[in-house]
């Protein structure tokens, strides 16, 4: 009907719970690239704590991602296999649509 375009999907308490992580996930690795592009082009005298920073931020990206995907196979496995399923889809991109797409699985 007419008023099915209408409908928003809310997304559920599992996947609401997935939105701080995975903005903390795109937050470190926004970090994580702008340290890396700094190494490439910083002075040697630099590049101890670069690395240093470096070391840390792949540590708490690591951290994320592990809780992400722990979340994701008790709340929303199914669903994380069969975007699995789909060629180019990894669990970086499954978690992304898990999280910021709560219609997917919902509709028809």
Known sequence: PERDKFVTVLPTAEQQALHAPMARRRQLV???????????ISHKAARPSIETLIKAIREQLDTVEARLASHID?????LAHQLASVRGIGPATSATLIADVPELGALS
Not at 31 to 37: D, F, G, I, K
Not at 74 to 78: I, S, T, V
């Open 30 to 40: 926004t970090m994580l690239v702008a340290e890396r592009q700094r190494l490439a």
């Open 74 to 78: 008790r709340h929303h496995a199914e």
